[in-house]
């Protein structure tokens, strides 16, 4: 039996996973078969993870976690999950490709999936100029035109953001008013640089290597224009990886593990901050997260899941030395 397994890898799981092998559990990674390394394998420059003064690939960022978490004795299995029983003391994952592991403690760190308009180019210009994180990739438009698309409070920070950098921001949205807090909607429609394109839908991103212009249709008159742009920031908002533990773990409403996060003073039975409602099994990044979204912040996560997994095996371990003492 394992001692811990982590579901996922990512920022989340990688770091959960350096941290459970350096005190000496050798985790086993199940990373997935096709999405290992989370969404940053689908970015090109990250240039704000700590430590990379020039920046570096997501996928090169990954890489170098993934071997961060080997060296001190992780196994990173390449596989997806696709049966779970995380109730009682002993947990069971059963895995697509036949496997199964059974665990004192789990790690879930299974993330989280931008939603995504459908469009054949949108795949192929994924950071291209099509980018689902305007604090990730605004930077790099600097002096541009760019388009946000969506309604919400998330779309209407992103276009916000942007206008650190890009010379105009159109919002593309397909009703004729927002979904977006009042507060957050009159401080978008009042900036000089946003500019509201309403009833609106993308059909299309036109460019070969580089997004250069986006299709826009008019729902009403089904009329289609084209719009000059350097970039497609999509903020329709995300999916958490979790519909496999819904029956079993407690969830928000829109699907995120509810985890206990910071004890309050009067509650020191909560300290293990990435706790979900069973025993012994922990979640972290963006599967629990529904506001930052950001590498470093999972990071920061799957660390204290990990330390929260440890002091949970070593509460077991104390329990089962106190049973022996007794008999």
Known sequence: ????????????????????????????????SVTAGGNLVNTT????FPGFPEGIMGPDLMDKMAAQAKRFGARVVFDDVSRVALEGPIKTLATLGGETYEAAAVILATGSTYRELGLAAEKRLAGKGVSYCATCDGFFF?????????????????????????????????????????????????????EFL???????????????????????????????????FVAIGHSPNSEIFRSQLTHDSDGYIVVHGPAAPDEPG??????????????????????????????????????????????????????????
């Not at 579901?7 to 050798?26: L, M």
């Not at 309604?151 to 105009?168: N, R, V, Y």
């Not at 509460?315 to 089962?320: K, N, R």
């Not at 030395?321 to 007794?326: S, Y």
């Open 1 to 32: 039996m394992e001692q811990v397994v982590i579901v996922g890898s990512g920022p989340a799981g990688y770091t959960a996973a350096i941290y459970a092998a350096r005190a000496g559990y050798a985790p086993v990674v199940i990373a997935g």
């Open 45 to 48: 420059e990250v240039e704000n």
């Open 142 to 194: 600097r002096g541009k035109e760019v388009v946000v698309v969506g309604g919400g409070d998330s779309a209407m920070e992103e276009a916000i953001f942007l206008t650190k950098f890009a010379t105009k921001v159109y919002v593309v949205h397909r009703r004729g008013e927002l979904r977006a807090s009042r507060i957050m909607a009159e401080r978008a429609m009042a900036h000089a640089q946003i």
């Open 198 to 232: 309403w009833h609106s839908e993308v059909t299309d991103i036109k460019g070969e290597d580089s997004v250069e212009a986006v299709a826009v249709r008019d729902v009403r008159t089904d009329q289609t224009t084209e719009v000059a742009a350097s970039a497609v």
């Open 270 to 327: 909560l300290s293990a901050h990435q706790a979900t409602s069973l025993p012994g099994v922990f979640a972290c990044g963006d599967v629990v997260d529904r506001t930052y979204r950001q590498a470093v912040t999972a990071a920061g996560t799957g660390a204290q899941a990990a330390l929260d997994a440890q002091e949970y095996l070593e509460g077991l371990l104390a329990d089962s030395v106190l049973a022996a003492q007794t008999i």
